[in-house]
């Protein structure tokens, strides 16, 4: 229910997430909702306001482009281009406002979502520069990517994902479609310390139960070691299998690359 006097926008976002333990506000702990909340009490003082993500990002995961939802009480933002200065000069170097829409009381962040593009950065082989760490992961074993990009292709379409999460309940929409999963190498970020030859997932979706991409990253690199087969990526997507994947790949090589609203 609108509440009176409410007023409804959405702000779009990036943030390096490698030094946060995710989105959602924990106690003791860095999280970019209880950064964003701290700024927004310093830079809207007296102000009543709530906000929403579009959803939880993990610790470590950054984001290229994303959003949440402020809701603001009695008054709207007067000049969207003055909340988005003042705000970005209050925030942190590694959080970044990038734009600011107004919405209605009918316009819900997360039921809303149309789409969610992921992309998970890695490299293989020899140790990564240090400064590569926030940006994207490394395997210092020898991997098949021929054999990883075959099975990237099988995670497209709408499966049985119930072995690529954590902590199922009764009420977890296990059966997901993803529109798009390849694996290509990485032209999305570049700098003079990265490795020679990188690569990156790209896999797209409505929506993502908690840790599904890192899982499904997690079961390529068993696949590209030899610990886990084609076959096993198949039956894993069935729902009768009981295999466990045993390897949550690291936060830092995923970010959010791409939110899209109905």
Known sequence: MAVQNQYYFIVYLQFLGFRYSGWQKQ?????IES???????FVLPDRKFKILGTGRTDAKVSALHTAFELFLEDKPLENHSEFLKIFNKNLPPDIRAVGVV???AEFNIIKHSKLKEYIYLFSFGEKNHPFCAPFMANFQEELDINLMKVGALMFAGTHNFSCYTARIKNNTKVVR?????LLKENTLLTANFF?????ALHIEGQGFMRYQVRMIMGALILLGKGELTLDDIKNSLLGTSELKVAYVAPGSGLLLNKTEFV
């Open 27 to 31: 106690p003791g702990q860095k999280t």
């Open 195 to 199: 490795p020679e030859k990188s690569f």
């Open 102 to 104: 107004e919405t209605n």
């Open 177 to 181: 479609t993803v529109t798009t999963c």
């Open 35 to 41: 950064m964003l909340s701290k700024t927004l009490k």
